[in-house]
């Protein structure tokens, strides 16, 4: 079975419209990619636009949306490696997260992303959000916008975006599966999205939201068992998955920049501004971190700081096949 890495860790109208929204550093587009995804779902669109770099954008229903479906069975399996915090009773969780289009090979997907899990280490669930370059997903190796979501650690449940149920989206401006741009070059301009998932107090669903305040959607309490309390873990990272890890020759999928992580700033791909949100309500920094990488010679973490940042920047990635990880 093929394995994952962490890496180092209106409505009432249409839905799964892309339209222009704001990035950072500087105001960019950001858009959707829905092409084939219809025709998987067997759900007919009601209206077709282009949008300027070519994604062809089928728009929905809302209520024709696949969470509102029973979901589709996907097997996953997981190895952890990532920035940490664990222990408390949390709530919501951001990060500003460096944007890539690393190296990957056609079989695999990398990612960088913001996950909540709660539960036991081999039945946890998880909701997570971030970008992905993934192949056989999308067609394409474009860097694009994602969510995901498991009830058993990737076992029998979970999906990409709105391939099954668990996620239902409200935005009509932004889509899962939007292509980002612009991108991080190395030694150049640095380019970021800013990816926050909390928990709404009153009806304990958890809700995406990008940039400064732009709600996407939401996965709903009545579809999940202890995450509709809290989650127990925050992780930030990335990963790699591929039928080629712990493994020689190993894959040469990239995760973040395709740079380690002691490269730093301009060079490795980071995570800026990260945050957790517990019963205090309070957005702050993780008043305790572990970092973990389980293939340091392929992807490396680092959390790093220096005296002009006022909390830690964590740095991931790596190359996956070299020298030292043949």
């Known amino acids: 079975m093929a394995n994952f890495i962490f890496g180092v860790f209106l409505i009432l109208v249409l839905s799964y419209l892309s339209n222009r929204v704001t990035g950072k550093a500087p105001v960019k587009e950001i858009h959707a990619d829905v092409d084939g995804k219809l025709k998987q779902l067997n759900k007919p669109a009601v209206k077709t636009i282009q949008s300027d770099d070519g994604d062809i954008i089928d728009c929905v229903d809302i209520y024709r949306q696949p969470a509102f479906d029973h979901p589709a069975l996907r097997n996953h399996v997981i190895q952890a490696a990532i920035l940490a915090t664990v222990g408390a009773n949390y709530t919501g969780a951001k990060a500003d997260i460096n944007v890539w289009n690393p190296n990957v090979e056609s079989e695999d997907f ?38 995901h979501w498991t009830k058993d650690s990737y076992k029998t449940t979970g999906c990409f975006d709105l391939q099954c149920s668990g996620f239902i989206q409200t935005s009509s401006k932004i889509a899962l599966g939007a292509a980002i741009s612009p991108i991080s070059m190395e030694l150049g301009q640095q380019y970021y999205i800013t990816i926050g998932i909390y928990m709404d107090e009153n009806t304990n669903n958890w809700w995406l939201i990008f940039g400064n305040g732009i709600t ?27 039928p080629n890890v712990r493994k020689s020759p190993h894959t040469k999928t990239a995760m973040g920049s395709g740079k380690f992580a002691s490269s730093l700033k301009g060079n490795a791909c980071y995570m800026e501004n990260i945050g957790i949100v517990d019963f205090s309500t309070q957005l702050q920094y993780p008043p305790a971190v572990t970092t973990l990488a389980e293939e340091n010679y392929c992807y490396t973490a680092l959390n790093h700081q220096d005296g002009s940042e006022s909390s830690p920047t964590f740095y991931f990635g790596g190359p996956g096949q070299n020298y030292n990880c043949p």
């Open 110 to 147: 990398t990612t960088a992303q913001v996950w909540l899990k709660a539960g036991p280490n081999d039945n946890f669930e998880s909701i997570e959000s971030g970008w992905t370059v993934n192949p056989q997903l999308y067609g394409d190796k474009k860097t694009r916008l994602f969510a």
């Open 216 to 242: 996407i959607g939401y996965w709903p309490a009545s579809t999940l068992n202890v995450l509709k309390n809290s989650a127990t873990m925050v992780e930030w990272g990335g990963q790699v998955y591929s």
